[in-house]
C-alpha cells in the first residue's frame, strides 16, 4: 500500500505542478499578446525622395503620395509598371517597410523601375476597397491602367530575405 500510496502522491504532484505550469503560463501569456498588438502600432514613418548610386550614374527614387490619378499618368507617360505600397500610419509593419526596407539602397535600385505610389488606406478607403487591400501593408503592381499584376500581403523576413522577393515581384511587369 505504500508504494500505491506514493505513486498516487507523486501522480498529483506531477498534476499539481502541471496545473501550476498552466497557469503561469497564461498568467503571462496574456499580458505578452496585448504588449505584441500594441508593439505593432507605432509612429508613423515618412517616405521622401532619395537618390541611389548605381555605379557612375545616380538613380532618383520619389514616391507619389495618395495621388493615383497623378501615379497613372506618370507610368502611362514612362512605360513603367505601378508599385504600390497600401498602407496606414498606425501600422507597424507599415512604417517598417518604409524606414527599414525601402530606405534600403538596393531596395531603392530595384523600386526605380516603377512609379512608386503610396496610398493611406484610412484618407483612400475607396482605393482600397478596390484592390481588396484587407490587410495591410499590402503591396500591388499594376499597369498603368490600374490593372493588378500581383501583390504581396504583409512582410515577409528580413530586407535581404525580402529583396529578392520584391525583385521577382517587380520583374513579372517588365
Known amino acids: 500500500m505504500e508504494q500505491n500510496g506514493q505513486k498516487f502522491v507523486y501522480f498529483v504532484t506531477i498534476q499539481k505542478n502541471a496545473n501550476q505550469r498552466k497557469e503561469n503560463l497564461m ?23 532619395a537618390e541611389v548610386t548605381n555605379g557612375e550614374t545616380t538613380v532618383e ?14 507610368a502611362e507617360e514612362t512605360g513603367k509598371p505601378v508599385f504600390i505600397d497600401m498602407y496606414a ?6 512604417v517598417m517597410l518604409s524606414e527599414d526596407y525601402f530606405s534600403r539602397d538596393d531596395y531603392k535600385e530595384v523600386l ?4 512608386l505610389l503610396k496610398i493611406d488606406v484610412d484618407r483612400n478607403p475607396a ?9 495591410i501593408p499590402t503591396l500591388l503592381l499594376t499597369d ?17 530575405a ?13
Do not use: N
Not at 61 to 74: N, R
Not at 127 to 135: D, E, F, N
Not at 153 to 159: F, N, Q, W
Open 112 to 115: 526605380s523601375q516603377c512609379v
Open 89 to 94: 500610419d498606425w501600422c507597424r509593419p507599415c
Open 127 to 135: 482605393l482600397a476597397q478596390r484592390y481588396r487591400a484587407q490587410s
Open 61 to 74: 527614387v520619389e514616391w507619389i503620395h495618395d495621388d493615383y490619378d497623378a501615379a497613372m499618368a506618370l
Open 27 to 49: 498568467k503571462y501569456l496574456l499580458p505578452l499578446t496585448v504588449a505584441l498588438v500594441l508593439a505593432a502600432c507605432g509612429e508613423p514613418g515618412e517616405a521622401q525622395a
Open 144 to 160: 498603368a491602367s490600374g490593372t493588378e499584376i500581383d501583390r504581396i500581403t504583409g512582410v515577409m523576413g528580413s530586407p535581404e
Open 162 to 174: 525580402f529583396l529578392p522577393m520584391i525583385s521577382s515581384f517587380i520583374s513579372q511587369a517588365l
